[in-house]
């Protein structure tokens, strides 16, 4: 199916970010098994749960405006699971791992931040309002995710990794 | 050289960034070739601009430090340049295919920013406090980036695009 529309490039972003929600939503509980901080991993669990949430708005998108997704897989979400992997196979459980295991979560969230804000601008400009506000909630809630990983990092999990020798 | 402290991490973060700037360096000049607006190429060329001065930031704080970079290929900007060629590839040069960059543009700014806030906190929590404010004047610049791009996108790009049938 080429792009050749606005309405065309709108599908094929709604289905890059449909793919990269299933992605994380199989690398999340690997993420929270792999953490050791028992905020970090309530974090992780939480937006596991709110992923879940997140691919029934995509869903409710595609139904009421009757849209078919193309099956592609998001080459770079692809990339930033294999960075998490990375991270668990180089770096033992503990503090640091921690440090490294926010660093990627915040990466993805971000490539979600990026991926959601160009969908909901798209989906304005195309007259899909309701879609637009749709997307809009998990907007917020990867914006919402991203600072309190930022709060976690800066109030507990840096100070406990630099006290590792 | 395995990752034990916090110290091996802000060296492997500081490694994972130093060759997603390289690969965006490559990248660049090809997005700017494809696009079509003038004011898109013209932010693609100034923020190539912008990368070189980046890149030598990374290098300041490298030496400065005495730190030795490793030699990996970050594997999320891997997967973000892909993204980008496949864009390249499946939509002719105009308005929807310029709209299709600043969406892969944004999401190459938001890992930045994503890489960058996780680097500067890093610095700071080390003490490594002339690094942590060399590398938050390239943090601004990403976000000044992206934010240049959504109004771009707001402004002219997504209009000019939902008149292409």
Do not use: W
Not at 14 to 42: F, T
Not at 55 to 74: H, S, T, Y
Not at 145 to 153: F, G, Q, R, S, V
């Amino acid at each position: 199916m080429p792009i050749k529309t606005l309405q065309d490039l709108f599908i094929h972003e709604l289905s890059d970010i449909n793919s990269a929600e299933k992605q994380l939503s199989k690398a999340l509980p690997r993420m929270a098994r792999a953490a050791e901080d028992p905020a970090l991993i309530a974090a992780f669990e939480q937006h596991f749960e709110e992923t879940q949430g997140q691919l029934e708005r995509i869903d409710q998108v595609v139904e009421a405006g009757n849209f078919k997704l193309k099956r592609i897989k998001c080459a770079a979400m692809e990339g930033l699971v294999e960075e998490a992997k990375e991270i668990i196979d180089e770096i033992p459980k503990g503090p640091v791992r921690d440090v490294a295991l926010v660093g990627a979560a915040q990466r993805v969230e971000h490539y979600e931040i990026a991926g959601y804000g160009t969908l909901v601008a798209l989906a304005k400009t195309l007259g899909h309002d309701v879609a637009a506000s749709t997307l809009h909630a998990t907007l917020e809630e990867e914006k919402a995710t991203d600072i309190k990983l930022t709060e976690l990092a800066k109030t507990t999990i840096n100070r406990k990794a630099l006290l590792v020798k």
